[in-house]
């Protein structure tokens, strides 16, 4: 099939999707819940199956990993469905203005209708399973767009969806760059895109030629901010955690760390001896995980030699070999105080490269975080608690952590979304369920009402009575 048809296709099943919906425009409960539930069970009996497919991907994922960030998140966003959906898709009481009592006001959520789901390469899983338990919570109908780049997790998505739901319900479509841009430029009700900024430009051009709402999840260079007095072993240990999570490879990922400048040399060894306690056997550890391919590879190891050639020195953190070429596995380093002129400075790593810079006051710090663009997650470690809202006020970020990293994408009761250049929108539970809902406002009037006082031809009550209800 070639890529005309394949555009062909995607036009084809949108229309059927579409027609669905007109037939079912408002499924109760009761549909809602089945199909949350057959997405549970979806996971729930394929879980090694999915392992396998990440970790061939990958070319060498821990399984643990592919549990802790993509099967316990997936069923939990999916429980959190199931648990408030019904209550979420309740009319919500909303308050009519004295003046036009005794009429009554509320708003209906309603579903929009198709939802394009993108979904990146890093946690093809988790990124695919989070909005679609929001979609189909709401009642609306998904197209998924996985990643080209894990073709064997695609592929057997691809056919555990085709087995638990029509085609009418859930569609996964595969294919590379082109059907990509097809499907982003399609008219659906609603995009949610997750990705890099570069590409989430393209998407939203395209989403706009259909006046297409969008959701963009999208990424940057998150800072941890260590704050004077902090533990450092504490932070690094947080910090480390957090950065290593898939080798780096995850948007939320700490991107650079900021530390009093009197605790830089001791930031540099905890963080090497977090990595070595972490992953003993260093870059042969089965629980390290692999860069996903050469392609990233290559660019994170153009990364370092522009470090080296830019006078900064990578500090290794594991024993022994720092990388295997044909495996393409990287060993983590530390840039230490390096110039903004670096590209590590200026792009989101997105692997497992850590610059560490010092400051001198916490204003500096805050300073140096606002000088960039809005990062998607901000890791601030500090035990003053009035400093440390002080931060969370004086910065502007998508998501933060305090005294932790990543761990509040993992809250259901947060919303998840970046601010700017990291993206728009946002997701997870309720939140989610607003997202990919047309909150309809609804005014219904009473039979007794004074709407005739203010109808032509206007009479002097009329005047008076606008005048009082200027004044109250």
């Known amino acids: 099939m070639d890529r005309n048809d ?74 959190a469905a199931m648990r408030g959906g019904r209550r979420w898709m309740k009319p919500r009481h909303a308050w009519v203005s004295k003046w036009f009592l005794p009429a009554r006001a509320w708003v209906m959520p309603r579903p929009v209708g198709v939802v ?14 989070g909005p679609l338990a929001c979609a189909l919570a709401a009642g609306n109908r998904a197209m998924i767009k996985p990643s ?34 097809a499907f982003a430029g399609l008219p659906f009700d609603h995009l949610l895109f997750t990705g890099s900024g570069g590409v989430g430009r393209k998407v939203m051009a395209a989403a706009s030629a259909n006046l297409t709402p969008v959701t963009l999840e999208l990424g940057g260079k998150s800072p ?20 290593l999570l898939n080798a780096g490879q995850t948007c939320i990922a700490p991107d650079y760390v ?93 692997g497992p490269i850590l610059p560490v810079l010092p400051y001198d006051r916490p204003e500096d710090a805050v300073a140096f975080v606002n000088a960039m663009a809005h990062p998607l997650a901000l890791y601030w470690f500090d035990d003053d608690r009035r400093r440390a809202e002080w931060a969370l006020k004086q910065t502007h970020v998508g998501g933060a952590c305090i005294n932790e990293t990543l761990l509040h994408v993992a809250q259901e009761e947060l919303p998840f979304g970046g601010i700017g250049p990291s993206g728009m929108g946002h997701y997870h539970g309720k939140w989610g369920f607003d997202t990919m809902s047309k909150l309809t406002p609804v005014f219904r009037q009473s039979r007794l009402n004074g709407m005739a006082l203010f109808m032509p031809p206007y009479r002097p009550i009329a005047r008076r009575l606008l005048g009082l209800m200027k004044r109250f």
């Open 6 to 79: 394949h555009i062909l296709d995607l036009g084809t099943l949108l229309e059927a999707q579409r027609s669905a919906h007109r037939l079912a425009p408002f499924p109760e409960w009761d549909v809602r819940r089945d199909r949350l539930e057959r997405l549970r069970r979806l996971i729930a009996d394929n879980e090694a199956a999915i392992e396998d497919a990440i970790d061939a991907d990958f070319g060498g994922r821990p399984r643990i990993e592919t549990q802790v960030a993509e099967l316990f998140p997936s069923l939990a966003e999916i429980r």
């Open 116 to 129: 394009g789901i993108i979904v990146p390469w890093n946690y093809p899983l988790y990124l695919t399973i």
């Open 148 to 181: 080209e780049y894990t073709p064997s997790f695609s592929a057997l998505l691809q056919r555990l969806v085709a087995g638990s739901f029509s085609a009418e319900e859930i569609a996964v479509v595969t294919g590379g760059p082109e059907v990509a841009a």
């Open 224 to 243: 941890a901010v260590i704050a004077p007095g902090y533990s450092i072993e504490r932070a690094a240990a947080r910090i480390m955690t957090g950065k």
């Open 258 to 350: 900021l530390v009093p400048r009197d605790a830089l040399a001791a930031f540099v060894d905890r963080a090497r001896a977090q990595a070595q306690a972490m992953y003993p056997a260093g870059l042969a550890d089965a629980d390290y995980c692999s860069i996903v391919d050469a392609r990233q590879y290559e660019r994170l190891l153009g990364y370092l030699d522009d470090a080296t050639a830019g006078g900064v020195q990578p500090v290794e953190l594991f024993r022994g070999p720092a990388r295997d070429d044909a495996a393409h596995r990287l060993a983590p380093v530390i840039l230490v105080d390096p110039p903004q002129s670096l590209v590590a400075m200026k792009n989101e790593i997105f």
